[in-house]
């Protein structure tokens, strides 16, 4: 998985709102951005990205596309991402966050049939400080280093990377895999890049509430990652059952009257620390833990 | 979005899923014009489950005691909630009671079916049996199959069950749900099979592409307003978290606003309420958008008499610091009367428009920090850069208005 | 099966499709009580394509020219078929006229979607500009934009006609359609699009599955029974090949049908009409069934006094040839009286009976033939072994009769 | 591509009318009918062989399984298809006549993304004479021998089968591909499974009017068959536009008023007969030229 400047990129969804704000951003970061895609729209430009109907249009110009950046509204999402599943692209980034879970299952099974990437949705995408921003999270927050960050959030996930900046820790790599109920690339999927990355020295994985991903994701640590992982998992104190914003934070249950423990910060923490994985009370805390790893010896292949 | 039993069997009749032959009643009185014939069970339409322990559930055999019946259940609150309508139901004989459920699984990502060949009101037993089937790839009827086997059910039932379970999918794929249950699955002697009780849960998000299902809602106050994938609508009553508590949150994401929520927890703080303004990852996001919800933010919680300190925490890369801080300066500023009101003006909200605003605790994380800084500066709001910092200093505040 | 005009455009506004505000007329003077305003066209509802050229589609202003119109056009025969309903429809003034289409493409194994970007009556020009995408997987939204780009639409326009495509595929996948059409789809100066003309043509085979469907069949002497997937009704009345012709072909299986028939031809003999009982790839047959459409399909060709042999050749596995000799022995034998007719029985076939039936000339292939041999010995039957023998035989026996 | 008695089969729709009349048939041949499956009917058994109620139930006590022949009801085929696929069966005669076109769409997209080969609908499906019966070919009609028999219907290929049999000769193989509108494999895939075929010296190739196999088989035999190749097409006698009893015999044209020449037997065997095929006028015809053609050393590759 290499994500560099010289990623070919395109952004579906250019004309939305979002889109339109961030893809210059994306460019001035350095982001090669070869063609924006809004349907109905092909033959314009917007701050110099040529814009196309479809995304086979651009092929014969751009040449292959390696990633789209997808910010097209919630009921678009499906057909803009299989649209460039077929015309080659094996890297999404799916910004836009309230698309139907049912869209999610059938893009899934697609991306897997075909070995596409997808990260997201409902997620700022990915920033290789200083190379290439695939997505919304703020530039100025972040730094080159060696700390990976992985989360499953947005706004935290700046905080977290502007206290690690702030601390003189750099990062390799940010990505968020997404806030909804289904989402695409997964933290195991990520730990398994960030510890074969050679840029990236630890690991810092970001939690909340809801779902089992934090459990799954201890399990993984333990079992296959090498380098040290440092964790943060919010909402301890969130009353039960209550929606904070997006699905990740309800804690739900298989079906009615069936549910376990999993999805408290109690049961991710608990997960996190069984791994060996020091997990922080507060984001300011990370950077600290962050720096006493980077100390130690990295773990051994056994 | 949860559906009512009566509206999740009318979705069931739909697809061709046996129900028995129902009525809804809105009032006793409808009970005089029963087409279906007695015995019956009246049945409580709330949304909480466990209605049947709690006397939300009588069979009657006349009208006479159908009408008494209908009084006592439109009058008993199950867990808090009073129906709106009832249900009567005509009554079937059931030899087994199977539990089927179609459920998307969000850590494999897929749908997966699930089924008890002991369903019923025993839940503990139903989930000792319970059987998983995932949908790995497109559904095909062999699923369905795989899971009636699983529950060990055999020859014509296995049939009949399968093709219930195939509707459920059905209904499931075709209507976006987060849930579709059927609980008990009734079969009596001859092999009949009834689906006596159902849950349906849509999902919110799909709401917007099932105009039939959105006006279902009886629980909206915006009544049949068609829902649709915009920003979503920030609450009208914001929920309580410690009745003793002093200090709002105001922040934007979920994410952060647990985490800051977490932080002043942490310290011995009381939150009394918080309000996640909305994450940055809308299609529609833009910064004029965002402002205008943080002003409406500051609006309901600043209604809150029991306030006394509003902590603000903003990290953004759509709106600028100074962008936050225009609209803080702005809200400060405004004259009661041009403020917009989110829902309808009561007099009690207007008196409490003459008190002193709570304290503004702001911390802000993006760009133009300085300019923000300026501004706030001809503010009464105090900044701070640092988030424990903003935590303490919330704390301290809230302390020194106590005394 | 096909569907009429009106029936189409009922699927079509069932799935958002823009088609005019319309009326169904089954009589002249349902126009005086019209609920859409004038103009309006009056449009002859049969299942031949071009009427507009043959005067079926006529274009009024007021009641009274509506009503003289509709009584030309409901006598008005189009290539022999007379309507039974008009459509009245509000005009719609078109800028511009596309032709879309979905069909499946059996050689490719593929939906296919057509579009030209010059649509309407002149089909020569639609056929030149004719653009078509092949739905290779599962159908996305994309496949009906890539149809539209291809045809060289732009902007709002290109948006619209992605969304009437990505319907008319809808319909298609969830009605089991062979072919859904729109003909013109108009486009007005303010670029809203409308279906002026639609076909629909509902796969046979899957009509079991689509009751709603099924119930459209007008042209069913049937009436609506339920289609199922059943061994095929054999038909009514059979047509005719060739007028002047004296012989039967009755044969089991298409292609052994078409061959029989072939040979039959290349002699110089005069098939006047043929049967095929059907194949054996059905999976309810069972050899009683085949007995009993054998016999059914002797009663039938036997009706036409016309033909002088039938020439009966069976290729069977299902049926073991003593079985067809059987069958065949037992409908010679027959009292007519316990005939059960095929149809409801007139005097005019009674009285047929009466007259010798035609020469049967038998050929058959499969097991147990000398059994067959043995009881066709015992009827008039001209049992023949080969089947190039057995064309001949037929020949010499028509002009035998002739003589 | 292999079809001996070593075959592991079952049988899908076993207590169908059909199917419950050709399963001891199947078996008496010698082909290794290993289970019968029909939903609600497993535990009993048919003529010895033991009915499940799903394929994968069978698994267990038989292995894998290597072909499945299904006589299930037309609407019941796609689900008991792609349960055999999902069950790792990779070769599939559908017999049952009358499924839906776009079932077969269905079942034909997941079957070449699984590599599975697909025999029919409406087919008798295959036998190889005196080793194996897939379908409900009449055995008494076929014997073994070096003629490779393709085609596209059902009574009529035994027809042609019987008249070389009575000629003296005998068949390495004969398929039907099948009579309705959408089949799985086609003339061109067994054109090339016979021409590698080592039992296989001649092919005949049996069509008929309506659809364009026999212009696609003709063109697929001057580009790539060395084998020497027979044709007969029935129907040059039909009516145009009328049904004969399957969708084959429907002369279809693509949309309403758009129909070329392709489809009529005219078509069909001048197209052959410029791809070197000479074509029997008659089906007694048949065994007389592929006598002939034994006699002629086979086409040398190029």
């Not at chain 1, 059938?106 to 190379?131: C, F, K, M, W, Y």
Request: some cysteine; hydrophobic content about 45%; overall charge negative.
């Amino acid at each position: 998985m290499n994500f560099t400047a010289a990623n070919k990129v395109i952004i579906q969804g250019i004309i939305e709102p979002l889109g339109a704000s961030y893809a210059p951003l994306m460019q001035a970061y350095g982001t090669t951005v070869v063609a924006g895609i809004s349907p109905g729209y092909g033959g314009r430009s917007l701050a110099g990205i040529p814009v196309f109907d479809m995304v086979e249009q651009a092929l014969p110009s751009v040449g292959a596309i390696d990633t789209s950046v997808i910010f097209s509204a919630p009921y678009a999402v499906l057909d803009a991402a299989l649209e460039a599943i077929a015309a080659g692209v094996r890297k999404i980034v799916l910004v836009t966050q309230g698309i139907p879970p049912l869209d999610m299952v059938h893009l899934i099974r697609t991306a897997e049939a075909t070995e596409t990437l997808i990260v997201g949705p409902d997620s700022p995408g990915i920033i290789v400080p200083n190379q290439l921003l695939l997505g919304i999270h703020p530039p100025d927050l972040y730094r080159p280093g060696s700390v990976g960050l992985i989360s499953r959030n947005g706004t935290l996930t700046y905080e977290i990377a502007w206290s690690l900046t702030q601390a003189g820790l750099g990062q390799s790599i940010a990505v968020s895999i997404g806030g909804d109920a289904i989402v695409g690339s997964t933290f195991p999927q990520w730990l398994q890049i960030l510890d074969e990355d050679d840029q990236t020295d630890v690991i810092v994985l970001v939690g909340e509430i809801g779902g089992d991903s934090e459990e799954i994701a201890a399990h993984h640590i333990a079992e296959a990652i090498e380098k040290p992982v440092v964790a943060y998992v919010a909402g301890r104190s969130a009353p039960r059952d209550r929606r904070m914003g997006h699905a990740g934070a309800i804690i739900e249950s298989q079906a009615t009257d069936f549910g376990p423990d999993v999805g408290t910060a109690e049961s991710k923490i608990a997960a996190l620390k069984r791994a060996g994985v020091p997990v922080a009370d507060r984001p300011s805390e990370i950077p600290e833990i962050v720096k006493s790893l980077l100390q130690q010896p990295v773990k051994k292949a056994v | 979005m949860d559906l009512l039993e009566y509206q999740a069997k009318e979705l069931f009749r739909g697809v061709g899923i046996p129900v028995p032959p129902s009525q809804r009643i809105d009032r006793p009185a409808d009970l005089k014009s029963l087409a279906i014939p007695y015995p019956i069970a009246l049945k409580s339409q709330v949304y909480i489950g466990g209605r049947g322990r709690l006397g939300g559930v009588r069979l009657v055999s006349n009208t006479i005691d159908a009408i008494a019946a209908a009084h006592t259940i439109f009058n008993l609150p199950i867990m808090g909630e009073l129906p709106k309508v009832l249900l009567a139901e005509a009554k079937f004989d059931s030899k087994q009671e199977l539990y089927l459920a179609v459920v998307l699984n969000r850590s494999i990502r897929r749908p997966v079916l699930l089924g008890s060949a002991q369903g019923g009101v025993d839940v503990q037993t139903a989930i000792a049996q319970m059987q998983q089937i995932v949908v790995d790839q497109e559904f095909s009827p062999f699923y369905a199959r795989r899971l009636a086997l699983k529950m060990g059910l055999k020859g014509n039932l296995l049939n009949v069950v399968t093709d219930v379970i195939e509707r459920m999918y059905g209904l499931f794929l075709s209507q976006d749900l987060d849930l579709v249950e059927i609980n008990p699955l009734a079969v009596n002697a001859e092999g009949d099979v009834m689906a006596l009780d159902g849950k349906v849960t849509v999902n919110d998000a799909a709401l917007g592409r099932h105009a039939a299902l959105a006006a279902l809602d009886t629980r909206s106050t915006q009544g049949a307003t068609p829902h649709k994938p915009a920003l979503a609508r920030l609450p009208e009553v914001l929920s309580t978290v410690d009745p003793d508590g002093q200090i709002g949150i105001l922040a934007n994401g979920a994410g952060l606003t647990m985490a800051t929520m977490d932080l002043l927890c942490q310290a011995g703080g009381k939150p009394i309420n918080f309000l996640n303004i909305g994450g940055e990852t809308h299609s529609d996001a833009l910064p004029e958008t965002l402002c205008q919800r943080l002003e409406q933010g500051l609006e309901l919680l600043t209604r809150n008499k029991q306030i006394k300190v509003v902590l603000i925490n903003i990290v953004s890369g759509t709106l600028s610091c100074d962008r936050v801080a225009e609209s803080i300066s702005k809200f400060l500023q405004r004259p009661i009367s041009i403020v917009k009101p989110v829902g309808p003006v009561k007099d009690e909200i207007r008196l409490s428009r003459v008190k002193p605003l709570p304290t503004l605790v702001v911390r802000l994380v993006g760009s133009q920090f300085q300019d923000a800084k300026a501004t706030l500066a001809k503010t009464p709001t105090i900044l701070v850069e640092d988030l424990d910092k903003a935590i303490a200093q919330a704390l301290t505040l809230v302390r020194n208005r106590d005394t």
